[in-house]
């Protein structure tokens, strides 16, 4: 058992024996996660006494990690001077996060007890489209002049860092505002006292624009191993930086709408259980049409060979292995290239580099999985003696419906690229459809043949 496990368990019983002190200095010594995590397994009307036993800064970590539900559930319970307490301890961009989540009635709380500064920067940060990168930035950062020494420097952070997210990247900018370049604290305390911030700071500076989409932010922060990233305006006078566990919130927001849109689900905002059935219903019905109405191809195929199929009906029991099969070599590939073009791995010019590896691969897979089926067919199928015709149809099938399903899952997200949609959307109902067909298609067209039909 963990140490934090142990932890969690002995808190839970000091709770029910209400020994508050011991609570207090057990909870002291915890990770804001798991005191959060801790906490959404309370009753709700317990939560609000357990979270005021924590000291200030840890009790604003804490609020940072729960769930959208808690956070509620504190805000509604706190009163002006607790709220106020609360928000002078939150960053800005995790005030903007908790604000874009909460009922309205609760943002006028959260907006009542917000100094006017912290409101006028909520409301520039709320202006920008939700998407940006400007809607995920902080404005709390350090900065610092070209002109000023590194002595000037370090009395400048301990003047203004201790209300700052970072100051392990500081920025160097003029009088206004506009961007010259970055320095890290590394660098300052490597340096002469004497040195000028100008000598010493790196001037080829990697930066995004409030308008750039958010993921363009991450990606930057993921690919040159930052710990921030400054944003600019379109002046690149500065404005406010994303850090990297911002980046991180992003990635893993991205991957969660690919994920679901990947699985015929259209993103939700709130969490499974804060989703109404209604909302649940209308995010999955549309895809179910596409994916339905789709199938009235498919249909259509089988209707044609319907001659074919009542001269040798066992033909019909091979259908759904071939089409499993070829539909989930096509979402492989796909996958893979949807992943490799959302880490900018993979761009448009390389689809031919693409295409030629996974026909390649997809030749493998078809001959192996080919020579398994007939043997598996020859053995299952021993005592019919089309035997050997039907392992020859499937197993030519397995080969040629896997290499089309693997182009077809490098074509269908790449064009969708090309075409300004999105990859993930057309890889589930489009790929799925385009395989059925080709894979019916196919193993018809092998069957009439052997079986002169």
């Known amino acids: 058992m963990t140490d ?14 209400r020994k508050y002190k011991e609570l207090r200095d057990l909870l002291s010594d915890m990770p804001a996660v798991d005191i959060a995590q801790l906490m959404g397994d309370l009753p709700k009307d317990i939560i609000p006494l357990v979270y005021r036993l924590l000291p200030k800064e840890l009790a604003a970590e804490t609020f940072v990690e729960m769930d959208t539900d808690m956070q509620e559930t504190l805000i509604q319970a706190f009163s002006d001077l607790e709220l106020k307490e609360v928000l002078q301890q939150l960053f800005l961009d995790d005030t903007v996060d908790i604000i ?15 100094d006017p500064s912290m409101r006028r920067d909520i409301n520039e940060v709320l202006h920008y489209p939700k998407d940006s990168t400007g809607s995920v930035m902080t404005n709390e950062y350090v900065d ?95 404005v406010g930086i994303v850090t990297v566990d911002d980046a991180i919130d992003v990635i893993k927001e991205t991957n969660e709408d690919e994920f679901a849109k990947m699985a015929a689900v259209s993103p939700s905002d709130d969490s499974y259980f804060r ?6 219903v209308k995010n999955r019905v549309v895809w179910l049409l596409v994916l339905m109405l789709s199938g009235i191809i498919t249909g259509a195929m089988l209707n044609h060979f319907e001659e074919a199929i009542a001269a040798v009906p066992a033909l019909v029991g091979f259908i759904p292995m ?3 099969t070829t539909g989930n070599s096509g979402n492989q590939a796909s996958t893979l290239v949807i992943r490799g073009m959302a880490m ?30 007939c ?37 269908l ?41």
């Open 100 to 114: 874009e989540e909460m009922p309205a009635n609760v943002v006028k709380k959260i907006l009542k007890n917000s």
């Open 413 to 453: 997200p790449m064009l969708a690229k090309k075409l300004k949609l999105d990859p993930a959307i057309v890889a589930s109902p489009m790929l799925t459809t385009v395989c059925d067909i080709c894979t019916i298609l196919i193993f018809f067209t092998f069957a009439t043949r052997l079986f002169k039909l």
């Open 275 to 280: 989703t109404s059935v209604p909302k649940h």
């Open 344 to 373: 900018g791995e993979i761009k448009l010019k390389d689809f031919f580099k693409v295409w030629f590896k996974e026909i390649r691969v997809a030749a493998c897979i078809g001959v192996l999985l080919g020579i398994v089926n």
């Open 375 to 411: 043997v598996r067919v020859l053995i299952q199928y021993n005592s019919d003696p089309d035997r050997l015709k039907f392992a020859i149809a499937t197993s030519c099938t397995l080969l040629l419906a896997v290499c089309l399903a693997k182009s077809f899952g490098v074509i």
């Open 4 to 17: 934090i496990k142990r932890q969690t368990e002995k808190a839970l019983v000091l709770i029910v024996e």
């Open 322 to 324: 071939l089409m499993d």
């Open 144 to 238: 610092l002049r070209a002109g000023m020494s590194v002595q000037d420097a370090f009395k400048r952070i301990r003047r203004v860092a201790v209300d700052r997210e970072t100051i392990y990247t500081l920025y160097v900018t003029d009088d206004d505002r506009k961007l010259l370049g970055v320095v890290t604290a590394k660098t300052l305390m490597l340096a002469e006292p004497d040195d000028l911030i100008s000598e010493i700071m790196e001037t080829n500076v990697i930066y995004s624009l409030t308008t750039d989409p958010k993921e363009d932010a991450a990606e930057k922060i993921t690919k040159y191993g930052l710990l921030a990233i400054p944003i600019v305006d379109t002046e690149e006078r500065l």
